[in-house]
């Protein structure tokens, strides 16, 4: 059974940062490509970042860029997302998700994305 937990979301204040963390399990042997996705009350779901299965192809949302990072190192599980100079427009539920099917390219449409978790809630404020 696919299991993705998040982690590290909380209150930051605007300008702050916070890393989140996604670990999945019940994919071994699989290889598969990681994104971030968020969600705002009353709001579309939103891509934030992804990465593909090599760590080498990395895509964001235009909203995010030149703020946040996407990560996985060698071992490929965790993947992280730092999110530095945050802004109150960032409050959400922040989603991973996982791509079993495109492994060397991280896709921006959430129907791509086979495995998602839980969620958890990040919110910037003073």
């Known amino acids: 059974q696919v299991q993705l937990v998040e982690s590290g979301g909380g209150l930051v204040q605007p300008g702050g940062s916070l890393r989140l963390s996604c670990v999945a399990s019940?994919?071994?042997?699989?290889?598969?490509?990681m994104a971030w996705f968020r969600q705002a009350p009353g709001k579309e779901r939103e891509f934030v970042a992804g990465i593909n299965w090599y760590g080498d192809n990395v895509k964001f949302g235009n909203s995010v860029k030149g703020r946040f990072a996407i990560s996985r190192d060698s071992s490929k599980n965790p993947v992280y997302l730092q999110m530095n100079s945050l802004k109150p427009e960032d409050t959400a539920t922040y989603y991973c998700a996982a791509d079993p099917t495109h492994e060397a390219v991280a896709m921006s449409q959430s129907y791509e994305y086979e495995y998602w978790g839980q969620g958890t809630q990040v919110t910037v404020s003073s």
């Open positions: 019940g994919l071994t042997g699989t290889t598969y490509s």
